[in-house]
């Protein structure tokens, strides 16, 4: 089920940034605006995921253990695209084109989610 949610959160996450390099490119003065989209957003994609994939496979649906998971990694998304915006700010990615930065976030915001899950699946194996 989780790498499920990666991949749908991967193909939304397009979407979106499709439209934020659409309309809004390189308008740093609107950070905290863009870090409450990309919250609201995957906060969204990821209750929706969980909850239609509880009901496809008729498991009861607890809402606040689903609640926890998409709030978390609302969160750690909003913290990836902080470490992007830093990354960009210091020229890490200034050779790359606008769909590269794209993907690059969206790799990053993948990756932070895929890492602190592994992370807890070794802590705690359940």
């Not at 609201?40 to 253990?65: A, C, R």
Request: charged fraction near 10%; glycine fraction near 2%; hydrophobic fraction near 55%.
């Amino acid at each position: 089920m989780f790498l499920i949610d990666l991949i749908i959160l991967f193909v939304a996450l397009i979407g979106l940034l499709y439209f934020y390099t659409k309309y809004e490119p390189d308008n740093i003065n609107n950070l905290f605006l863009y870090k409450l989209y990309l919250l609201l957003f995957v906060f969204l994609i990821l209750f929706i995921t969980n909850i239609v994939s509880n009901l496809i496979s008729g498991i009861k649906i607890d809402y606040e253990d689903i609640m926890e998971y998409a709030v978390n990694n609302a969160l750690l998304a909003v913290i990836a695209y902080s470490t992007y915006n830093e990354l960009v700010y210091h020229g890490f990615y200034s050779n790359y084109t606008t769909s590269q930065k794209m993907f690059m976030l969206i790799l990053l915001i993948i990756m932070f989610i895929a890492v602190v899950k592994m992370t807890q699946l070794f802590i705690e194996p359940s």
